[in-house]
């Protein structure tokens, strides 16, 4: 499993840059989100665990491969939500957990408001989402959170992300494997992702 990927595909590139864009609504934004968000999954997830079996169709008995359990998705909230529904898309037997953290306007640190994850959580994969990878301090937070509860088996799926944050997850846990639908450049002095598209959670919701 590469430790960064980063997703190379027209269609996820054609939304990238309508997500960018200041023009696009809170209601374009979400949509957007969750295609990306199936896009960048479909790579992230693709050595899921799988098993055989057989099952029966019309014609006849056949060989089959299924996944071998159900992972769970765990959203950063809160603009992890967006992501959460776009994954249960394509695994709807997932369970699902949230971490609630905001970041301090003053330290850029996070700041825990609420746990709730499945209590078998550690004999599955877990899919960590949030849709930016800025610092890295939400996702590394929340890494510790998954491992102290018996997580061993995480992967993290962004929609923009930077080597800052990259690097931060890494450098504490290097075990974790990263999917992002687009790479930028680097932070500016307020922590913001360059280009980015602003912040992601007031984009989905129409706040400020």
């Known amino acids: 499993m590469a430790l960064l990927t980063v997703i190379d595909h027209p269609l996820v590139s054609d939304k990238i840059a309508r997500l960018r864009s200041v023009e696009t609504d809170p209601a374009g934004f979400r949509a957007l989100c969750q295609e990306v968000t199936v896009l960048t999954a479909y790579e992230a997830l693709r050595d899921l665990p799988t098993t055989s079996t057989t099952v029966e169709t019309p014609i006849m008995t056949a060989e089959a491969t299924v996944l071998e359990s159900a992972p769970a998705v765990v959203g950063i909230l809160r603009a992890g939500l967006i992501m959460i529904e776009a994954i249960l898309s394509l695994v709807p037997e997932a369970e ?3 971490i609630g953290l905001f970041r301090d306007p003053d330290t ?3 700041v825990e408001y609420y746990r709730k994850l499945p209590g078998d959580i550690g ?6 989402v949030d849709p930016m990878l800025a610092t890295g301090g ?3 937070a929340a890494i510790n959170q998954l491992k102290s509860v018996g997580a061993t088996r995480i992967r993290l799926i962004s929609i923009i992300g930077c080597p800052e944050g ?3 997850v890494h450098s504490l846990h290097p075990d974790v494997a990263i999917t992002v639908a687009a790479l930028d450049d680097h932070l500016n002095d307020h922590a913001y992702i360059v280009p980015g598209l602003g912040d992601a959670g007031d984009r989905i919701y129409g706040t400020l």
């Open 96 to 98: 699902v957990g949230h």
């Open 108 to 110: 850029h640190e996070p």
């Open 123 to 128: 004999d599955r994969d877990v899919i960590l």
């Open 138 to 140: 939400s996702a590394v």
């Open 166 to 168: 990259v690097a931060a």
